[in-house]
């Protein structure tokens, strides 16, 4: 999310563990997402702002997989993730942190 005065209006956490389709493991709106944005910051896990993603996400239930419909923008989200971090989708068995 944006590093400004606002606060996000909708904020989610997903995990990839390299088996099935990621799942949501946090949601949140307002000061929650606030305080998921937060704590992915102090962890150094890459976020991707898209308020309208979120919004869709945020309507899932925890450890929910993400709807195949989904797949390829997450898919291209976790590739930027992973890229970034300097891994491959292959490193995700290898290690407990996720992209």
Do not use: C, Q, W
Not at 1 to 21: F, I, P, Q, R, T
Not at 25 to 44: H, M, P, Q, S, V
Not at 50 to 72: K, M, Q
Not at 85 to 98: A, H, L, V, Y
């Amino acid at each position: 999310m944006k590093e400004n005065d606002h606060s996000a209006s909708a904020a989610v956490a997903l995990k990839y563990d390299g088996e099935k389709a990621p799942t949501i493991t946090a949601t949140g709106t307002y000061e929650l997402a606030d305080e998921i944005i937060r704590i992915a910051r102090e962890n150094n896990v890459p976020l991707y702002e898209n308020a309208e993603l979120a919004g869709i996400l945020a309507r899932l239930s925890l450890n929910d997989e993400i709807p195949e419909n989904l797949y390829r923008v997450i898919a291209e989200i976790l590739a930027f993730a992973f890229h970034i971090r300097g891994r491959t989708p292959e490193d995700t068995g290898n290690s407990s942190d996720n992209p």
